[in-house]
């Protein structure tokens, strides 16, 4: 199946300072979802992004396919912006694999 | 929005104990997901359905049976609960693009 790595494990911000966390993989992937995961464990869909580049609020989302990676910039961090992000991957109609995430830190 | 339902939200068992997580998407989604999630191994896929009666296996099945008895239940049976199971448990379902997730299961077995 899919290698998914993300880097860094984990990260620690100022707060109003700039992350920038990368998903790369090792086959094909014609499907790739960003999550965040809060605190608590909720998950929440932040992009589906299998190419090209998004935007929303803080947050930008570029995947460049023949590549195989993909990237999330979170601008000007928040303190609530603390928690795990995630990102997976699919090819065609088979199955999303996960990397193991990264965990981001924002103190005030 | 997507809407995933998961219950119960927390459960607590005994080792050799019989446990049934429950799902259910109102979004007339073909494919479903069960997933545990472990400090350090991220989401890892248990079993998936593709309909009402499909049953695929995951990358880590072992120590669990599931069921999808129609096209908006899937349910995951731990029928010997033991300590390792001791999870976070995600269920999602999925069109052709993204996935839509519930908001988990927390399982402790004793």
């Known amino acids: 199946g899919q290698q998914v790595q993300q880097s860094p494990a984990s990260l620690v911000l100022q707060e109003g300072e700039n992350a920038e966390l990368q998903c790369n993989f090792s086959?094909?992937?014609?499907?790739l979802q960003w999550f965040y995961q809060h605190p608590g464990g909720r998950l929440v869909s932040l992009f589906y992004n299998p190419s090209g580049t998004k935007h929303t609020g803080r947050l930008t989302s570029t995947t460049v396919t023949n590549e195989r990676r993909s990237s999330l910039h979170i601008s000007s961090s928040q303190t609530t912006d603390s928690g795990t992000y995630f990102c997976?991957?699919?090819?065609?109609?088979?199955?999303?694999?996960f990397g193991k995430g990264t965990s981001l830190t924002v103190i005030p | 929005e997507a809407a995933v339902t998961q219950s119960p939200r927390n459960k607590v068992t005994v080792t050799g104990g019989n446990v049934t997580l429950s799902c259910r998407q109102t979004?007339?989604?073909?494919?479903m997901y069960w997933y545990r999630q472990d400090t350090g191994h991220g989401l890892r896929l248990i079993h998936y359905s593709y309909g009402a009666g499909n049953l695929q296996i995951g990358d880590v099945p072992d120590g669990y049976k599931a069921t999808r008895t129609t096209q908006e239940d899937f349910f995951l049976l731990l029928e010997l609960a033991s300590p390792s199971q001791t999870s976070l448990y995600f269920c999602a379902s999925s069109d052709a693009n993204e996935q839509y997730f519930g908001p988990g299961t927390r399982l402790t077995v004793l």
């Open positions: 979004n007339s989604h073909n494919y």
């Open positions: 997976a991957i699919a090819t065609g109609y088979q199955n999303f694999y």
């Open positions: 086959s094909t992937a014609t499907r």
